[in-house]
Structure formats: structure tokens, C-alpha cells
T-cell receptor
Framework: GDSVTQMEGPVTLSEEAFLTINCTYT??????LFWYVQYPGEGLQLLLK?????DKGSNKGFEATYRKETTSFHLEKGSVQVSDSAVYFC???????????FGTGTSLTVIP | DGGITQSPKYLFRKEGQNVTLSCEQN?????MYWYRQDPGQGLRLIYY???????QKGDIAEGYSVSREKKESFPLTVTSAQKNPTAFYLC?????????????FGSGTRLTVV
């Protein structure tokens, strides 16, 4: 079945460091891919998404590119801030749009 | 603005009590979902509903019950049969086949057994 695998945390970075959180997926056809962010004590918010191969989703300085050849959707940010400290979830919606799968989440802490 | 409202934000339950968590949405979404999140853990699906008066069990439905009498509302009851209910509960909604639209989440309810 379809699934999402993301790198385990926690990840700790200094402010202004480069961030990569890896996400790979298993799916038939062409799923849609998402990154959600969860700030402490809050629900999940959609951060960015991509619905077809080679699409790049971007928001708030974060980017992720839908790579069909490597079945990946890695999240990147060039310069993290303390306010980026949160848990990040990679997610997939299958080609038929019937099922939604979440990764286990990666906790990011950015220190000044 | 449209969104999902969960209430209360914090809830305390005594041993043996049933408690009900509220979830209301004004997004005109047909599908609604309840997830449980434990510290440092991912999301686990409890129940979901794709249409009024119908709902399906998720991966961890034991000890929980739901109803879907209105499109806008999907309350979750944590019964006394749920032996370890302390967790963060998240409600979400979507169109029936979310595809590229994804889910919209509420801000969560933290339930603690005292």
C-alpha cells in the first residue's frame, strides 16, 4: 500500500542554518504530496504542496520539489529562524484522492 | 473566515467518565476525521465520516464513539472503555476525495485523565 517515510528527529539547528528534512514515498501512479507544520500546542497547518511530478511547492521560505524518479519530496529552507521550531509532517494523497497518509513527523528546534 | 473549531482546548477527565470533544466546521466539507496524537508520535486515525449519518472506524477506534448528525459537526466521545485517553486530539475536514486539496485541521483538544 501507499506510505510516507520521513527522517526521524529531533533535529536541532542554529539560527540561519540550512534545513533539509527528507521525505520519501511509496505509491502507485501520481499522488499529491504535502508538508504540514505543527507549532507547539497547535493543530497542523498546510505549509506547501505539489500535485504533479517536478512541481515545486513553496511558502514562507520553505521549498519542496516532487521528484518522481527518486519518489521524494524533501523539505528545504535556506536560513532557519527560531520561529521555525515546530514538528513537520510529510503527507500523501493517493492518485484517486481516496486515502491520505501522514509521515511520523520530524521535530525541529532552532537555537539562537 | 472558514475553518474548523475544536472545543474545549483543554479537558480533564476523571477515571470512569465519558467526555465529548466538539468539532465544528464551516468549510462545507463533506468529510471529517478524528486523529489522536501522543507525545513525540505521529497521527493515528480514530474515526472518519464522508457523509452525514455515516462514519467508519479508523485504526484505533476502540473506546471511542462518534456521531455525524449534521454536516458541520463531528463530535468525538471518549468513553470509559478507553484505558489510556490522555492525548492530543485533532479534528480535520476535507472534500470527499481530497486529492491535491489536502486536509484542514482544527487547533486540537488536549485531554488529560486526573
Amino acid at each position: 500500500g501507499d506510505s510516507v517515510t520521513q527522517m526521524e528527529g529531533p533535529v536541532t539547528l542554529s539560527e540561519e542554518a540550512f534545513l533539509t528534512i527528507n521525505c520519501t514515498y511509496t505509491a502507485t501512479g501520481y499522488p499529491s504530496l504535502f508538508w504540514y507544520v505543527q507549532y507547539p500546542g497547535e493543530g497542523l497547518q498546510l505549509l506547501l504542496k505539489a500535485t504533479k511530478a517536478d512541481d515545486k511547492g513553496s511558502n514562507k521560505g520553505f521549498e519542496a520539489t516532487y521528484r518522481k524518479e527518486t519518489t521524494s519530496f524533501h523539505l528545504e529552507k535556506g536560513s532557519v529562524q527560531v520561529s521555525d521550531s515546530a514538528v513537520y509532517f510529510c503527507a500523501l494523497s493517493d492518485q484517486g484522492g481516496n486515502q491520505f497518509y501522514f509521515g511520523t513527523g520530524t521535530s525541529l528546534t532552532v537555537i539562537p | 473566515d472558514g475553518g474548523i473549531t475544536q472545543s474545549p482546548k483543554y479537558l480533564f477527565r476523571k477515571e470512569g467518565q465519558n467526555v465529548t470533544l466538539s468539532c465544528e466546521q464551516n468549510l462545507n466539507h463533506d468529510a471529517m476525521y478524528w486523529y489522536r496524537q501522543d507525545p513525540g508520535q505521529g497521527l493515528r486515525l480514530i474515526y472518519y465520516s464522508q457523509i452525514v449519518n455515516d462514519f467508519q472506524k479508523g485504526d484505533i477506534a476502540e473506546g471511542y464513539s462518534v456521531s455525524r448528525e449534521k454536516k458541520e459537526s463531528f463530535p468525538l466521545t471518549v468513553t470509559s472503555a478507553q484505558k489510556n485517553p490522555t492525548a492530543f486530539y485533532l479534528c480535520a475536514s476535507s472534500i470527499v476525495r481530497p486529492g491535491g486539496y489536502g486536509y484542514t485541521f482544527g487547533s486540537g483538544t488536549r485531554l488529560t485523565v486526573v
